[in-house]
């Protein structure tokens, strides 16, 4: 689903399961509507079940429970990844709810963990309440896209 086009014999290597089953559930999901084909690629639909899919695969990705996160009020996602729409070449952009501005070195970890579950770059977003009032006053379309658009991951709401 990350990328733009695979063959049967691309996602058999990749993921080590037989050709016959990676060919019988990518029948499937083309008979299903959720993916095109042109001679022997496939391609992911842009659809609204199609980005559903890919959206709870990119949760799966991120065991929040396993992250050092106590200092934070809230951990969340948005951007590509909490839309679904995000590629192999997509990073992950991530929100980090806070009183105060954490130390480098909580930040770096955490930043590290989440890339290395997610297999993407990660950019974070660190809200302090003072930061999100300056969004809010200064960028209210980035502010109004954040609030819109983010997936709580663990604790309160970005506001």
């Given at each position: 689903m990350y990328q733009k086009n695979y063959t049967v014999n691309q996602v058999s290597n990749e993921t080590g399961v037989t050709k016959g089953l990676v060919s019988r559930y990518l029948r499937y999901a083309y008979g299903a509507g959720l993916l095109t084909k042109a001679g022997q690629s496939y391609q992911p639909k842009d659809c609204a079940n199609t980005r559903a899919i890919k959206l709870l695969l990119n949760l799966n990705k991120i065991n929040?429970?396993?992250?050092?996160?106590?200092?934070?009020?809230?951990?969340?996602?948005?951007?590509?990844?909490?839309?679904?729409?995000?590629?192999?070449?997509?990073?992950?952009?991530?929100?980090?709810?806070?009183?105060?501005?954490?130390?480098?070195?909580q930040m770096a970890r955490l930043q590290r963990d989440i890339s290395t579950m997610a297999g993407a770059e990660?950019?974070?977003?660190?809200?302090?309440?003072?930061?999100?009032?300056?969004?809010?006053?200064?960028?209210?379309?980035?502010?109004?896209?954040?609030?819109?658009t983010s997936i709580v991951l663990k604790g309160g709401s970005i506001e």
């Amino acid at each position: 689903m990350y990328q733009k086009n695979y063959t049967v014999n691309q996602v058999s290597n990749e993921t080590g399961v037989t050709k016959g089953l990676v060919s019988r559930y990518l029948r499937y999901a083309y008979g299903a509507g959720l993916l095109t084909k042109a001679g022997q690629s496939y391609q992911p639909k842009d659809c609204a079940n199609t980005r559903a899919i890919k959206l709870l695969l990119n949760l799966n990705k991120i065991n929040i429970e396993s992250l050092d996160t106590d200092w934070t009020t809230g951990i969340g996602v948005f951007g590509s990844w909490a839309q679904g729409t995000n590629t192999n070449e997509s990073d992950l952009d991530v929100w980090i709810k806070v009183d105060a501005y954490p130390a480098e070195n909580q930040m770096a970890r955490l930043q590290r963990d989440i890339s290395t579950m997610a297999g993407a770059e990660v950019n974070m977003l660190v809200l302090t309440p003072e930061k999100m009032k300056s969004i809010k006053k200064s960028d209210q379309p980035f502010h109004n896209s954040l609030i819109r658009t983010s997936i709580v991951l663990k604790g309160g709401s970005i506001e």
